[in-house]
């Protein structure tokens, strides 16, 4: 018989390590990784020789260990507060039942973490009874399911944390899903497989969300009268990922309509690939907002008109648009950490006010290799070539240009220079009209 037990519990005879995973989305610290290649079927015999079991709060199952586990086998953990079961095939028992009927502490537990467990069928709310009122976070990455079997009435209560990144749902995403979890704060959608049907929920019972999740979803969403107030029940987003969305046909009307709702409360969007030929506006207009991601769109330039003293924008992260040149003036002067790796860069004089804009601006974390990193586009002799190589080729001496105060001068001289020479002229002039008139005329002969 193989047996088990924890680190510092009888450590000869029992396989187990004590691990920070960080392979899954939801957040497991500090816990008690089980692993043996060689068992394959997991029951409670397994745990009869010791009752320390009892005291364990997590437990960790991962990667490939276990085809079987006994559906009350948990029954045995009376601390269990984590359950973390990560890439397991449970090939043996398709279904896993979670109820207090098979096992009592899952009245207790309070994350559940069953992604990329494949085989699964997963029975949560059996009859719709309320049997985990405790759980907090949730997580169902990449795994087949269907969402009615957990948006149920009185069941997920208390859940703050739901991820679903990569799931197989098997029935539509519609206006009305997500509204069984009143007290959500956490929502990840990213990568959605094989779904039905997906319609933008309207999240009209998701007051509390705060961070929300929507990247890589094959979904239409034309700038319409209702999509343009899809999140407008949202007043306490503080987080929104929208990447791999086709926004291009959004105006910036449009999008102030769309953000609108949590314009006060947000603190980071990351809104990259979806078509963005400019910086919307009331991005300008956040006064919270710390951190934009504005990667992989087709901005050309950034507004030195938006540079108002409400930005308090410290990270701006714009990689990979179509900027060739920047003025220093259109960088909000709240930023600390700036990057423009992958623009086409025009190596010409106009970039050179950037480049000592770098070189000066000490407080402002740019990635120390930033001159390898950003390369010029044109013109063609400079096509491939990085910063540094058009730094030490063109001195910033010379793309100095006349100053304002330069060129007045240089016209007063000239306009001084151009009176005195007709003053001149004028009286010399004078001088020979006056000669010829005092000169005495000739006799008559």
Known sequence: MVTFGILFFDAISLMIRLTLSTTTSCEIRNCTTIYNKNLRNLTRDEFKHTSKWSKIECMSFQDDVFHSIETALFSNFRSLRILHMKNIPMLGNKQLVFSPQASKPFTYLKTLDLSDTRSLNSTFCPNKIKHLPNLRALCLDGIRFRLADIDIKNCFNNLKKLFLSKSHIQDSI??????????????????????????????????????????????????????????????KLNE???????????????????????????????????????????????????????SNNKISSLDPQRNSTIVNIKNLHLQWNRIETLEPNSIPK?????????????????????VLWEREKKDVKIMTDWYYRYHCANPREWKGRNLLEFVRKIKPTDCRAFNISVIVATVLCFIMIAVVVVSNFIVWRKQKLQNCENRPLLPKA
């Open 174 to 235: 519609h206006k009305d899903s997500f509204s069984n979890f009143p007290k959500l704060e956490y929502l990840q959608l990213s990568g959605l497989k094989y779904t039905k049907e997906f319609k933008m929920p309207t999240f009209k019972r998701n007051k509390n969300l705060k961070t929300l999740e929507l990247n890589c979803i094959a979904f239409l969403f034309p700038p319409t009268e209702t999509n343009t107030k899809a999140f407008k029940y949202l007043i």
């Open 240 to 294: 929104l990922e929208l990447s791999n969305w086709n926004l291009s046909q959004w105006s910036s009307l449009n999008l102030s309509t769309l953000f609108a709702p949590f314009k006060e409360s947000i603190t980071t969007l990351k809104i990259s690939k979806v078509g963005f030929k400019t910086i919307p506006n009331i991005i300008w207009e956040m006064p919270n907002l710390k951190t934009v991601i504005l």
């Open 334 to 354: 709240s930023v600390s950490d700036l990057n423009l790796s992958g623009n086409p860069f025009s190596c010409k004089c106009p970039l050179m006010q950037y």
